[in-house]
């Protein structure tokens, strides 16, 4: 079965599963497109296997992941699985109709995986010889910045930043390359009608 460029998530069942972190960095592996077994899966997340074959299963169940091949090595069957689309995606309206908590867990849980992601990290270096500042010179960058935009402005900024990451998206894991993580969120501070908003903060600009 080949995969599609677009699906739209419409089962609650499906919709649970975006909100558990272990499921949605499941989904997040494949962005090489690249079909996996559950083993594979589990290496790659260094997570144990059988608790992660469940997630796999689950997302098979709820039709987010897919069985695209199976190989036999000897005495085993190994199945391949990929993502039933490139792009995942929910509506909104959908979420909100079934429930609203369920719309907090799924938007929070990039934020919950990231966060896991970054004390791991955190921890790797402080338990390891590493000169703790310098890796973090090397490897880690910081931005948090406000700024007024207007609708065509924030479109072009969403656009420029997307291609660029696409230009980066593509290289393989070869040549000393080391896996990054790489999270931005864009949101609006103040309301469409600048009038309801009676507050004027300054903003600030951090960087490191």
């Known amino acids: 079965?080949?995969?599609?460029?677009?699906?739209?998530?419409?089962?609650?069942?499906?919709?649970?599963?975006?909100?558990?972190?272990?499921?949605?960095?499941?989904?997040?592996l494949f962005e090489d497109l690249e079909p996996r077994t559950a083993k594979q899966i589990a290496t790659e997340l260094g997570e144990n296997a059988a608790r992660l074959h469940y997630h796999v299963k689950e997302l098979v169940r709820v039709g987010l992941l897919q069985q695209v091949d199976t190989r036999v090595k000897?005495?085993?069957?190994?199945?391949?699985?990929?993502?039933?689309?490139?792009?995942i995606q929910v509506k909104l309206r959908l979420m909100?109709?079934?429930?609203?908590?369920?719309?907090s867990d799924i938007m929070f849980t990039p934020f919950r995986t990231t966060e896991k992601d970054l004390v791991r990290t955190l921890n790797r270096f402080v338990a390891s010889?590493?000169?703790?500042?310098?890796?973090?010179?090397?490897?880690?960058?910081?931005?948090?910045?406000?700024?007024?935009?207007?609708?065509?402005e924030r479109n072009e900024l969403v656009a420029e930043i997307s291609d660029l990451l696409q230009k980066y998206k593509g290289l393989k894991n070869e040549n000393g390359r080391r896996k990054?993580?790489?999270?931005?969120?864009?949101?609006p501070v103040t309301p469409p009608d600048p009038s309801e908003d009676d507050e004027d903060d300054d903003f600030e600009d951090n960087e490191a």
């Open 180 to 187: 990054f993580k790489f999270f931005d969120v864009l949101f």
């Open 96 to 103: 909100i109709e079934e429930n609203a908590q369920q719309l």
């Open 1 to 28: 079965m080949a995969m599609k460029e677009f699906f739209n998530v419409t089962d609650p069942e499906a919709l649970k599963s975006l909100a558990i972190p272990e499921r949605v960095k499941i989904l997040e």
């Open 74 to 87: 000897g005495s085993i069957v190994e199945k391949y699985y990929e993502p039933v689309a490139k792009v």
């Open 129 to 152: 010889d590493v000169d703790v500042r310098k890796e973090y010179k090397d490897t880690f960058a910081y931005n948090l910045t406000e700024f007024y935009l207007s609708q065509e």
